[in-house]
């Protein structure tokens, strides 16, 4: 099963474009600091390809020297206690009306279609909300490209951490309840909308897929990331909403209190959450805190 919170920013930061070449590993990195706290944030790629460097020195002392460190959710022991964690959301998928009946039948063809290729049916996701279809059909057919969920930031970080190192996973199940139950709230045609997006996407992969977006990211260049978020927040508000804005907001209460009470901290998030008006660091920076970075 599919880490869903993780399976939101996936979406949005999966870009195939023109092929690169290698590029240094220099991932921007955020520093915020009080009188007696050093938290960095790091901004996560949640699936990679293997030959996507973006690990640094400098990036793995900090890691390795951090009291806390800190993720959007933590990776669940077994499928049992992975299954408790997301089965409370579960009734937020399903719709009133099978899903061929919600979108056009061209939509539904190329659903058909794009399944087959991987040697599942439609009508697994039959009785899904359009968005949610949305994310199922990434999950299921989004890792041709050659990207490894087991590659992407988060899981790399904390599989590496010591037992010794404690750390905390911002989002709660009150979190996790309201963003659910936005998606809930989305009107079928924006639904529908995200389903095509990814259908495009899916089409749109040559045999030779390219990363760079990726390579982009990895080198410190901010630009392609903060296109998509300014994007998605135009194109797309209501996902913005549910997957951006409510979240980060919802953060902050437990990054202050991280700020309050602890000294070396590194919080790992998908990258969109670091960037332009709505990000991490612009809320932290009118909270008051000293923050370095763009």
Do not use: C
């Amino acid at each position: 099963m599919t880490r869903l919170p993780v399976l939101f920013a996936s979406l949005v930061i999966y870009v195939a474009t023109a092929l690169a070449g290698p590029v240094r590993a220099d991932p921007v990195v955020w520093r915020v600091t009080d009188d007696d706290t050093e938290m960095l944030l790091v901004g996560s790629l949640h699936a990679l390809p293997d030959h996507i460097e973006w690990r640094t020195p400098a990036l793995d002392a900090a890691v390795s020297e951090a009291e806390l460190v800190v993720f959007e959710v933590l990776i669940p022991a077994d499928p049992n206690e992975e299954l408790a964690l997301y089965a409370p959301y579960f009734q937020y998928f399903f719709a009133e009306r099978p899903l061929d009946e919600i979108v056009s039948a061209d939509v539904w063809a190329r659903l058909e279609a794009a399944l087959s290729e991987v040697g599942a049916s439609a009508d697994e996701l039959k009785f899904l909300r359009p968005w949610a279809a949305a994310f199922m059909l990434d999950s299921l057919v989004g890792g041709d490209g050659g990207s490894d969920w087991t590659l992407g930031v988060d899981q790399v970080i904390e599989t590496s951490l010591r037992p010794d190192q404690r750390t905390l996973a911002l989002d709660t199940p009150e979190l996790l309840h309201a963003s659910f139950s936005a998606f809930a709230d989305m009107a079928d045609a924006e639904g529908e909308a995200m389903l095509v997006e990814a259908l495009d996407m899916l089409e749109a992969e040559d045999a030779e897929t390219s990363w760079e977006w990726e390579e982009a990211w990895a080198a410190g260049d901010l630009s392609m990331l903060i296109e998509d978020a300014e994007m998605m927040k135009a194109e797309a508000p209501h996902l913005y909403a549910a997957m951006m804005t409510a979240r980060n907001e919802g953060w902050m209460p437990a990054l202050i209190e991280v700020m309050a009470t602890e000294r070396r901290v590194v919080v790992v998030v998908g990258a969109l959450h670091l960037v332009g008006p709505d990000g991490l660091p612009t809320l932290l920076r009118a909270a008051g805190y000293d923050v370095e970075g763009p």
